[in-house]
């Protein structure tokens, strides 16, 4: 069975599809027993049930087709726990040719959509789902119950008293440290994105220089600000007790609560005109003391904007969208001060102990985390600057939330524009295309256990017995927070062979994936995903049958970026390479002591070379990337799916040429030739690159000439190849067109294998890189060599 | 300790300046290019008489020469130029004939003057020609022979005295003959810039040409100098006058003008319009000074030149009057009449008072008399006055005497309109000439001697080398030849432009930052639309130029700061909700240059009522909302004017209303009733201190109805040389128009910033202690972020050795402050007073208005820190060792039956009484009341103090119209409750208060032509003074506004009833009658005689 045909169904790639069934056999295994799990994956044949799932009393997994069913007594077992459930009334009709959606053994994937004709939020406080005291009810988190049931009471009734259709909040917080004209680009496409959202969405605006000015969008009089001190880190309430959003609780003398009406946050339909005057009205506050970088307290502001959806009790989704032009310069999240003799710390700083602020603002930067994810909110970072913003520091709190970065050079670029169109699209309905307050459950039979999740997500810290004690990444849980996700957005999960039953190999097992979420129309959903896979005993040929090398590459890219977030990156490329040698020694087919003997199998075969471009990625190795741009490639590979993640490692390149149709060819200098176009992706950069005679050719405009028709077929063909890549990707890459021997020819040899360089004896006539890294080849043969040793 | 200069100013180099350190020599000031320029303008005074107008100012004139402090305008330039060359040239040398026949005329008596005229013509053509240059040609004609001639340097006179001007030129002229010829060439001009002094020389020749006209205005001179002057001059010799420089414009805009600026007092709370209000008004009239002329003859015809008249009760010398004599016979109480016991008798018309005469000092006028000054050495007693105008040589003379010795000082004080303005003397880069050892600044005292090589310093006694290009040879009389010429050296009062040493920093912008409280109160009670339109109107009255600084922000239970910039399309609110924590936006973004921000303030000044409209927080953050605007202002320093509406209950500085506390639990209440006086705790005091560090003056406007701690509030004025206004109940139809002329006046007065003072005292006396609203850091120096003509200050002396008999004891008051304008100057007052042992004499020369506001101040002062029975005591102890002392050692054997007075202080024991029937001492008011009261009297200049405690009461029931020259304030009636008739309608005004009391059976008619009502039953509770359109009326409010100019204080009107709290109000003013607080006058002569007669028997 094709992977990718699997994926395309149940939205999940294992590493291995078959498991052996004892737990030294698994860590025998090097790569973990793990799967790649798209939760939304976009699916045409997704069935959209209109009910509440049927939930086992035990577990709490969901009915699925695994289940078995006796018709007659109306009872399905279950098939995680075994318990015996009976059906509610609301089946009596189920039988062997009346099935419900969730039993046809074709769906393993299932969408609940709860009440999808009122979606309202209100809707679902007094639905059955809740009512019922299943397991997973109570798997919401405890905030998030608790907010809703604030929410209809209080929280609405403060927002003007239209409790029907709040959409999501979106607080934009701006930097007003930034240029001119710079600002006059954001404001556009904010002025823009206000224009487009959703009536029903609630806006914020701060703006933060060495002060945070949260904007007062109910106040018709005049503009009004409330003015935050920019080196005080305050608390929720202290922020709220300044904002005028606190809200009295309720057991406080058993009063009503008091809830002063604010104007901080509200609905586009009743601010739109104060808040397109108030964006007009942000007038750039560079003051320029020479030698200093601008007084910006982004730290502070994100505190504000935190403060202010917490004191509004919105937990129904919301963003908080930063957009700066450069670091933090004061206040808690300080990067560097304002002297421009202190560089921005480098990664040597770090690694040295020579950024003086690193640490605190790091930490600072946890406890918003934490604050985020309970409050389901979303950090946003589009950090459009020439130097670094502090990227590293925030990439905390936004990837675990979920959240969105971007790194430009300038809000004028179209880059900077598409990546925020692309957030505010809307679906035909109208809703914005944005999935808030998700959790993620697993249930799984119970010899497998839950070791822990990477991801964009944080673990709740349930335990239930199918939660392992060996932990990998967010652990120590059966439930994830997400603050948001996308169709796109892939977590990889790890598992453990439980240690105490032997299971009969052959048996099959099954996990559930659970994933409940706020829909665009706010309204509540949950999609339901079984799967189940087959024990299989020691040395079984399945085994390597089942694995899969680009699932497993993109899971060993995950554990190397988290370790090496603790570690130093030597450790983790010693790391990745005594693994790959002890796994190619394994599964590799060879006499002992004799590296030419050496052979993979098909489906082990470009396992080697997934790891040889990882450890010299820029995920791995940092060197000439600063630490912004390091933590966020880190970021995008963390949360993208098993293909997109193998073209960050490695990425794909294009040959065109008059010879056909275009064709991969290998990612080695030698690929490149004066009469080809190369088409190079990374993920974060596409290259066009013209071989030096069509580089010719193009100057020389034959491609104008109708006579050279090919010529200008064979120049376009690339470019809208590029342009497709670039569609789906957000944020989007730049595309890079260069000549060879061009400048910006770099972005494609820097990423090439050097398979000749200044030291290769015979070079063919091919270019050469001028680098003394190891190429794919002196690799290979060291691994042989070792992977051969007794 | 010379160093005037602010200690602890923020600025940078603050710290080469330590405070103990000496001054300013070695003190590098970190040179600004600017401060020089202003300096170098100043000197260029002298220039061309294009200079004038290149200042700030279009007209020269425009700006009141009056104000001293004003000086440094544009204006001031064209005016001062003929003084401010102090040097004498060094052609002055040459004219030896001179200083005779100019130092005579000082000297000379009034009737001398028609000796002038005849000099006059004499030389003068010719030499002056030569004198083009200074600020005179303007005026004049042509180039060569300028008019200036009189001005010139020491002419100090110049319209005060009236004739002698004209007189003395022409003496002065001649010597310059001599010289003439070389000097005309030397076309002064560009000498005078390079180095102030020597340039003058010149000067003194101007008058020239002029001499024609003058002397024609001179001639009739012969005998009535002393009116003609003045009547004559004016008039026709306009050109003449200019030339005089300020002398000229000064007198005009002054007070006489009444008649152009009636305070038609605005009908209803509607603000006034500008310049409807008395003093304000001056500065407003600029333009008008043609028309001045008039006013000085006929208004205030001097009737008395120096102290000639025999009215002035300090005068006679001799007199002892018992009490008998006078009026009162004590030996038994029924016998006493009434009538005939001692009351003040107002003097109706100015006299003119020289305050040098035959080189002694002269004994002031009264302070709350009308008096025109000449300074002919000593000070002006506008400025500074003395207890007893003879020193007693030794502590225990002055402690037998019963008197204290203190000296009230009003640096900044407003001069009668009809006086010579203080004269600017620029030093050039080496500022004043000073006493090296004491760091005393040059005065006429000075002695010089071996030459004029060497001076004695008249402070400390000490030998100085003259600097080389202040060296002139002495005159036969052992003066200095140029001593008429230099202002410095013939002048009591004198400004000098205070060199880099003198600045720690560029001299500050004038900076306002307005605070509005806008809680639901003062939103509710109109306090805040008030205050805005108050403020709106008074924008255009702040002074102009790129350097003055406007900011606005308001307050409930947060502080909202108003982005004012230009590029913003409207004013944009910055909130800091933080009220424990303070801090404020980016300074540039709040407080923004005026001429940028016109448009955006009056916006915002119109729009705060509305967009607070339906406020309901009740909080109010007053401590933290200073706190803020200080912040904002603290890099250039400035003034903070807050209108605060309720008990500041929140944040930084909040208060509790303890006044409520204290009813509560009686007990304690009663015990320490005095606690409630004194400020509930530190924290704004701290601030306070902090403010005044950085040259943050704050003015409090109390528009409130409920009680606000005054007393704690009132911490923050009073150490910042602030003052707190009070309106109580605050209504917004009768005190909108008080709150618009209070902050009017605030800002237009003549005030100066960041200022340092300091008094010096001959040997033998020190400064004991210094009183009034300011902060001190150092302990000789008194520190004033800001400092106006209102404020007085306090200064007790005491002996430190004993003064020879004979000898002359100085005093010497240096004010350093900056001008609205940016100038930094030196203020300085000297004042020489003999020294005696004999008790007589000081009893003789004793200043009864200045002893009374010194038992004033004291009182108030020990007020909040003792119980009020034992202050009330004291009160009439001092009062009563006074008299003791006298009749003991002084008074001529009688019989012990007769209580004696001595002439000069047989009112002290009215006053007493009356003090301690006032608010302050009483314990039935309310504790603001008494609070403000304490405050008020903490700053409250001489000329007030007694109508304080002793308010004046006419009748205007019966106004008719009066004689040109009679006074306009019908003649006032004894505060008694025989003098208030039913059928009456009475006016009592205290300076600040102004009750107007009507009878149960007044004429309706007159009650319909004055108020426009029928009957007393129909007095609005709220009132505001109307102008009829009939006689009665009309004269009403020309007294009214009279008395406001008078007292420099719009007054809080108030009608009164009989049978009614405000009846009983009115009546609790009435201190000669028995009550609750007091006995009546009568029994309280008995009782201080009887309590003399125990002493004197016990003894």
Known sequence: MDFIELEAIEGLRWSWNSWPASKPECSALIVPLSVMCTPLMQSSELPILTYDPLLCSQCGAVLNPYARVDYTSRIWYCPFCYAKNPFPRSYSGIGETNLPAELFPTYSTVEYAPGRKIPSPRANPGGPSLNSKHNWANGLSSTSLASMASFSSSSLSSLGGDLRGLGPAFVFVVDACTAEEELRALKNELLLVVEQLPENALVGLITFDSMVRVHDLGFSECLRVVLLHGDRELSSEQTQQFLGVTHIKQQYLGKAPVIQKQGFLLPVSECEFNITTTIEEIHSSVQAMLGHRPQRCTGTAILAALGLLEGCLINTGSRIMVFTSGPATRGPGIVVDTDFRNAIRNHRDLVNGHAPYYSKSSSFYQRVSQRLSDASIVLDVFALSLDQVGAAELKGPVESSGGFMMLGESFESSQFRKCVRHIFNRDEEGNLKMYFDATIEIVTTKDVKICGALGPCVSLQRKNNLVSKNEVGEGGTYMWKLGTLTSKTCFAFFFQVSDEQKVQPGSAFSIQFITRYRYGNMGIRKRVTTAARRWVGSHSPEIAAGFDQEAAASVMARLAINRAEKCQARDVIRWLDDGLVSFASKFGDYVQEDPSSFRLSSNFSLYPQFMYYLRRSQFIDVFNSTPDETAFFRLMLNREGVVGSLIMIQPTLLEYSFDGPPIPVLLDVRSISPDVILLFDSYFHVVIHYGSKIAQWKKLGYDKDPNHENLRKLLEAPELDAEQLVAGRIPAPKIIKCDQHGSQARFLLAKLNPSVTHNSTYTNGSDIIFTDDLSLQVFIDHLQGLAVQS | ????????????????????????????????????????????????????????????????????????????????????????????????????????????????????????????????????????????????????????????????????????????????????????????????????????????????????????????????????????????????????????????????????????????????????????????????????????????????????????????????????????????????????????????????????????????????????????????????????????????????????????????????????????????????????????????????????????????????????????????????????????????????????????????????????????????????????????????????????????????????????????????????????????????????????????????????????????????????????????????????????????????????????????????????????????????????????????????????????????????????????????????????????????????????????????????????????????????????????????????????????????????????????????????????????????????????????????????????????????????????????????????????????????????????????????????????????????????????????????????????PKDEDESLVPPVIPLSSEHVNDDGIYLLENGEDCLIYIGNSVDSNILQQLFGISSPNEIPTQFVLQQYDNPLSQKLNDVVNEIRRQRCSYLRLKLCKKGDPSGALFFSYLVEDKSPSGPSYVEFLVHVHREIQMKMSSS
């Open chain 2, 1 to 960: 300790m010379a160093a005037l200069v602010p200690r602890g100013a923020p600025r940078p180099n603050s710290n080469s300046n330590n405070p103990s350190q000496p001054p300013p020599p070695n003190y590098n000031p970190n040179s600004n290019p600017n401060s020089l320029a202003n300096n170098l303008s100043n000197l260029n005074l002298n220039r061309p008489p294009s200079m004038p107008n290149s200042g700030p100012r279009p007209s020269p004139f425009g700006q009141p020469p009056n104000f001293p402090s004003s000086a440094p305008l544009p204006g001031v330039p064209s005016g001062s130029p003929p003084f401010s060359r102090p040097g004498p040239p060094p052609g002055a040398l040459s004219r030896p004939a001179v200083p005779p026949s100019g130092s005579p005329q000082y000297t000379l008596p009034p009737n001398v003057a028609p000796v002038r005229p005849t000099g006059t013509p004499i030389g003068q053509p010719s030499p002056f020609g030569y004198r083009a240059p200074p600020g005179i040609n303007a005026p004049s004609t042509s180039g060569a022979p300028p008019p200036g001639a009189f001005p010139f340097s020491g002419l100090p006179s110049g319209p005060v005295v009236s004739a002698a001007p004209p007189g003395i030129r022409p003496s002065s002229p001649s010597p310059p003959l001599t010289t003439g010829a070389v000097l005309p060439h030397s076309s002064a001009s560009s000498g005078f810039v390079s180095n102030g002094p020597p340039a003058f020389t010149s000067g003194a020749l101007p008058g020239g040409p002029r001499f024609p006209p003058a002397s024609s205005a001179s001639q009739p001179p012969v005998g009535p100098p002393q009116t003609m002057g003045f009547a004559g001059a004016t008039p026709q010799a306009p050109s003449m006058r200019s030339l005089l420089g300020n002398p000229a414009i000064v007198a005009p805009p002054g007070t006489p003008l009444q008649p152009t600026s009636p305070f038609s007092a605005p009908p209803q709370g509607v603000p006034l319009p500008p310049g409807s209000y008395g003093p304000p008004t001056w500065p407003r009239h600029p333009g008008q000074v043609a028309p001045p002329p008039p006013i000085p003859g006929s208004v205030q015809p001097p009737r008395m030149f120096g102290m000639t008249p025999q009215p002035l009760p300090n005068q006679s010398m001799t007199a002892i009057p018992a009490l008998g004599q006078t009026g009162a016979p004590v030996s038994g109480t029924s016998k006493i009449d009434p009538n005939q016991i001692p009351r003040p008798i107002p003097s109706s018309s100015p006299m003119l008072y020289e305050t040098l005469q035959g080189n002694q000092a002269n004994p002031p006028p009264p302070a709350t008399s009308d008096y025109i000054v000449r300074d002919t050495g000593n000070c002006s007693p506008r400025y500074m006055r003395c207890t007893i105008s003879q020193i007693p040589c030794t502590a225990d003379l002055l402690t037998t005497s019963g008197m204290q010795l203190a000296l009230l000082v009003q640096p900044l004080a407003l001069p009668h309109p009809s006086e010579e303005p203080i004269q600017v003397v620029d030093f050039g880069e080496s500022g004043p000439v000073r006493c090296s050892r004491c760091k005393g600044y040059i005065n006429p005292f000075m002695k010089f001697i071996d030459q004029g090589r060497q001076f004695i310093c008249n402070l400390c006694g000490y030998t100085d080398e003259t600097p080389r290009d202040y060296h002139c040879n002495l005159g036969p009389d052992g003066k200095r030849r140029d001593a008429n010429e230099r202002p410095e050296l013939c002048r009591g009062t004198v400004e000098f432009v205070a060199t880099k040493e003198y600045m720690v920093r560029d001299p500050m912008p004038a900076v306002y930052f307005f605070l509005i409280d806008v809680s639901m109160n003062a939103i509710q009670t109109g306090a805040t639309a008030a205050a805005c339109s108050a403020i709106s109107q008074v924008i255009s009255d702040l002074p102009e130029g790129p350097q003055t600084m406007v900011g606005v922000a308001t307050f409930d239970s947060t502080i909202h700061f108003y982005n004012l910039k230009r590029a913003l399309q409207q004013p944009s609110m910055l909130v800091i909700p933080d009220v424990q924590d303070v801090y404020t936006p980016l300074q540039t973004d709040v407080v923004v240059q005026l001429s940028e921000c016109r448009q955006h303030l009056e916006l915002l000044l119109e729009i705060i009522p509305t967009t607070f409209q339906n406020n309901r927080t009740a909080e109010s953050a007053f401590g933290a909302a200073v706190q803020a605007a200080f912040l904002a202002i603290k890099s250039s320093g400035g003034k903070v004017l807050v209108f605060q509406s309720v008990l500041p209950s929140i944040g930084l500085g909040s208060l509790s209303a303890r006044e409520a506390e204290g009813r509560t639990n009686i007990s304690a209440g009663e015990k320490e009733a005095h606690k409630l006086l004194q400020p509930a705790d530190k924290t704004l005091k701290t601030m306070a201190i902090e403010f005044a560090e950085f040259q943050v003056c704050v003015d409090v406007f109390i528009t409130t109805q409920t009680y606000v701690d005054i007393a704690s509030i009132s911490v923050v004025p009073r150490t910042t040389g602030g003052q707190v206004y009070y309106y109580y109940p605050f209504s917004a139809v009768s005190d909108s128009a008080k709150l618009y002329n209070d902050l009017r006046w605030n800002v237009t007065r003549p005030q100066g910033f960041e200022a340092v003072m300091r008094v010096r005292c001959s040997q033998g006396i020190q400064v004991q202690e210094y009183h009034g609203n300011f902060c001190k850091r150092t302990p000789t120096d008194v520190d004033l972020p800001g400092i106006d003509c209102d404020k007085t200050i306090m200064v007790t002396l005491k002996h430190d050795d004993k003064l020879p008999d004979g000898s002359e004891c100085a005093f010497q008051c240096a004010l350093l402050y900056t001008t609205v304008y940016g100038q930094r100057r030196i203020r300085l007052t000297t004042l020489s007073l003999p020294c005696t042992s004999m008790l007589s004499n000081l009893f003789r020369s004793a200043d009864l208005d200045t002893q009374f506001a010194c038992f004033l101040k004291e009182a108030a002062h020990k007020i909040p820190s003792s119980p009020l029975l034992q202050v009330r005591e004291q009160v009439t102890n001092l009062c009563i060792s006074v008299l003791l002392s006298y009749r003991k050692f002084c008074a001529t054997v009688t019989s012990s039956g007769q209580l004696i007075l001595p002439e000069a202080l047989k009112l002290l024991p009215l006053y007493t009484l009356a003090l301690m029937k006032s608010t302050g001492l009483r314990s039935d008011g309310r504790i603001d009341d008494r609070s403000i009261w304490i405050n008020y009297v903490s700053y409250l200049s001489t000329p007030l103090a007694i109508p304080l405690v002793y308010p004046r009461m006419v009748a205007i029931h019966n106004l008719s």
